[in-house]
């Protein structure tokens, strides 16, 4: 248990992901639901930036001349923190787009009320 | 710098010229254009593909494309061996196919202004596909993976109706709960690793697996790993998205859906099995058998499914997950002819389904856009290209000797008697989904043959020259793969023991 303590970064990550993925598992709302894909994106971009991050490092440009790597945080996971976000965003964007459509013709955002008005419509 | 064969340039081309496609579509915003580049584009890629799996036929090797010369550690690298040549290959050729089949669906169902847009969706998605499949980094593939879900989102909306959005929204959300995992556990990877491409990645592993270090967080990743490739292939339990997306996409996005979009995940799941995670090492973990199982429920609840069907595009929707099954218990199997008849039947559903696929739609626009069996009694006299095409297509699923679904039941059933302890369950399985699929197909197959008393005469349908030939070609590769399959078996057999670590 006291892991867990001190890598609280990367627990704090593990429960937003899990809160996060089970929302847009579980929700009803499709607006929620996407909130909980932005949840569950940024929950694994914490999780990156901790294990990137090194405490007392600074940022990794070359400074003085020092090489030393254990000198600077890891420039990687931030690398992929900023691919995913993109990624994050358009797929948002996507998706809020769908959602808007779909209000226009259903006039509603529960996937449920949705589904039955779909059914109706084909018969 | 060392002397690179122009060969080795060919998987980065292929890429190129795909995603080079939709910026000059969307440059050009017309439906005409776009229709032009997207089957230059095809065609260069397709011939290129051929060159390399030729190449790879006659001097077998795998070899690493570095992206802009930074060496390994560092550096983002494609890879290609036989196996991915050859893939790229087939799903090169039935996207081509396809859309040359689709054409009169999509001129008639997508909206004249956005179809440069539907032109656009189909570059992305091809060229998506190819860097899933020669790509060596991890992180590489996740981007491409949601670029993939994307452009095949949008390509099962191209109708633009209620019901077709209700249907991408259910495709979208399975999609992006498969990408989470999928990132979280290249995340978990890439920290307990320390690599991004797959060689470095797999031989942290294989250090770690010997010293059991890490071993709960490498359990972890590798399940979410392949749950999430589960779920984007459309494996049993995750399976709920296909039988919704496919009978409201259109016939063209249907057999690109089937044909190629949901295996693309599957080579990349067999890559990761094998040059990273080793065979041995799935077994330990277990996750080998979790999609044994999977897949064998798969097979007999897909078909069990189609049977209750009245629908011919929902039979096909089911039939695929089933097919699917069919796929993953090659891969359970973990034996190298289990995967051989597995990349096989991959090839042999991809060829067969599109086929499957544009028939129906063929029929159900004949009907006045109505998707019912019993509404098509006859139809397949007054349209015999696509019935002879759905018939031979039906055929091969069921296992018909020299048709390609034979070979792949063939080489299935092979893999299953030298399988310790997955025998029984896997032979058993294969025989009773063998009987499922005769029971689902023939009511079709014999609805569009028979007619009932008192129709009209038979009046010829006017069906466009290029579905035709898209139908005459995908029976004549469909025909071949049933006959001279040996080559294939061989490079495919060659292409794994080429990528195993």
Known sequence: ????????????????????????????????????LNIMDTAVFLFLAAKGFVFGGSAPIIVDGITDASYYVNPVPAGLVLTGIVVAVSVTAFSLALVQRLYQHYGSLNMDVIMRKMKEEEH | MEHINWIHNLPFFSIFIAMFAILLTAMFRTAKMAKRIHMTMMCIVVILSAILTYHMAV??????FTMGHYPAPWGNELTAGPLEALMALVFGTVMLLSVMGGWVFIEKDVLQEKQYLYYIMLDAAMGAMLALIYTNDIFTAYVFIEINTLAACALVLAKGTATAMVGATHYLIM???????????????????????????????????????????????????????????????????????????IPASSAILSGFVVKGYVIFAIKLMYSVFSVEFMHELGIIDILFVFGVLGMVFGSLSAMRQRKMKKILAYSSVAQIGYIYMGVGLGTEIGLTAACFHMIAHGFTKSMLFLCAGSFVKQCGNIDDMDQM??????????????????????????LAGFISKLYFATASIFSEG???????????????????????????????????????????PWFITSIVLLLCINVGLGVWYQPVIELIEVGLQLLQK
Do not use: D
Request: aromatic residues 12%; glycine residues 10%; positive net charge.
């Open chain 1, 1 to 36: 248990m006291g892991n867990l303590g001190v890598n609280f970064y990367e627990s704090a990550s593990v429960i937003l992901f899990g809160i996060g993925f089970m929302n847009l598992l579980l929700q009803k709302n499709l607006i929620k639901k996407f909130i909980g």
């Open chain 2, 59 to 64: 001097a077998p090797e795998t070899f690493t």
């Open chain 2, 175 to 249: 999609g992006l709960l498969g990408s989470g995992l999928f990132l979280f556990g290249v995340s978990i990877l890439y920290s307990i690793t320390g690599h991004l491409l797959l060689p470095q990645i797999g031989e942290a592993v294989t250090v770690l697996a010997a010293s059991g270090q890490y071993h709960f967080a490498l359990l972890i990743a590798t399940a979410f790993l392949f749950i999430a490739l589960a779920i984007k292939s459309g494996l049993f339990p995750f399976h709920t998205w296909l039988p919704v997306a496919h009978p409201i996409a």
């Open chain 2, 377 to 402: 009694r006859g139809i397949a006299y007054k349209n015999p290209v696509a019935g002879i095409g759905y018939t031979i297509g039906a055929m091969s699923m069921i296992g018909i000797p020299l």
């Open chain 2, 422 to 464: 997955k025998m029984a369950a896997s032979l058993l399985v294969l025989g009773i989904s063998m009987i499922l699929n005769a029971l689902y197909f023939l009511p079709s197959v014999m609805a569009i043959w028979t007619t009932k008393k008192g129709m009209q005469e038979a009046k010829r349908a006017n069906i466009s």
